[in-house]
């Protein structure tokens, strides 16, 4: 019997994201407490993962639908878009009236009713380009859905992140007090220099890869690889 716990996109948009965000708490972890180290911790840490995977899907689909940059099929479809040119709109046009009759608004002549059909037509879109044979879609909507769930919690992260970061250097400070700070630099263990660069590269990463403008990019592709399919319906 297979068993399939996650398919492809919860593994890429959702499980990856929820490692993305633990990972800096679970390297703190490895790196500072021994008994973490050990085969069966990492087994317990394993199984946590991936039982709480699923209130995290949950959570972080909602969350997700708070970060969405709009709906760039829709609007790439109307003439006012220089996105398409126009030559491959009016194909799209179409072929769109073709497949369904009830989109011929596409072409119509009042702005409202184009803007409402165009809002008509992404869903089924999006509907009708799930399968298997749009590999590329997939790609673009798995790599549009981790940066959309991660960038939803960034805001919460980056705060639990920083009191976490300060909790640590406040227990490295009363573990020390006995040292003068020259001497404690001078003596300073290697894994609290790995923890500091593990929190400096996540902050950097957090602030410069994790941004509006990637998560812009990122649904504009998913929205023109989802056009662009229309002529393999």
Known sequence: MKIDLFDRYDIRARICALIFVVSPFLLDAYILVDA???????AIITAVLIASSGLFSCWIRYSGNNASRGDYISEFLLPESSAISTTSRERYWKKLQDLEPSFSGLSSDNATMRKETAESVSPWLREQTRTGEFKLIQEENMNYGFIRNVFSVKSIFLWTFSIYSLLLIGVGIITNLDLSLKDYLMTIPTEHVVCGIIHITTYLIWF?????????????????AVIHAIDKL
């Open 36 to 42: 973490v180290r050990n085969i069966s911790f990492t």
């Open 208 to 224: 410069f890869g994790v941004t509006p403008r990637i998560l812009d990019f990122t649904a504009r592709k998913y929205a023109m």
